[in-house]
């Protein structure tokens, strides 16, 4: 983006203004798409890409998926070094009150509706996942 409502800079940080402001234009690491209608959607941070045997995976659209299952009270999804792979996909999981789901049962419901290489490879259950990316381990 670009104009005079774009900051100046971060604050005391030279090195990360130089990154992101360029001929003074805001490159912001936001992915989108244009509809037809010439909306723009946002689907995710550049930053937050998962790259898995060379293929990209963008966690929102895995979270997404994932927060459509009736157990799921909520997911977080990262990547994971793996020597073979680059990284591999792991989903974090919150379950809802009363509800109970397993690893195979996860991956299970993924297939159906994702590609096999943006299926979560691990997936691991936990007590909270704040928006900060900070997860409590059971």
Not at 19 to 46: F, H, N, P, Q, S
Request: charged residues 30%; neutral net charge; glycine residues 8%.
């Amino acid at each position: 983006m670009k104009g005079e409502n774009v900051m100046k800079g971060y604050y005391k940080n030279e090195a990360a203004t130089a990154a992101v402001l360029k001929d003074g234009w805001l490159y912001t690491g936001d992915l989108g798409r244009m509809d037809e209608k010439g909306y723009i959607c946002l689907t995710g941070l550049k930053k937050r890409m998962i790259i898995t045997s060379g293929f990209n995976v963008y966690p929102l659209e895995l979270e997404t998926v994932l927060n459509m299952h009736p157990a799921v009270e909520k997911s977080r999804v990262t990547g994971k070094e793996d020597l073979m792979r680059g990284e591999i996909v792991k989903a974090h999981i919150v379950l809802k009150k009363g509800q109970s789901a397993d690893e195979k049962e996860i991956i299970r419901y993924c297939k159906t509706y994702l590609s096999n290489y943006k299926v979560p490879r691990e997936v691991e259950f936990v007590h909270t996942i704040s928006e900060s990316t900070d997860i409590e381990f059971e």
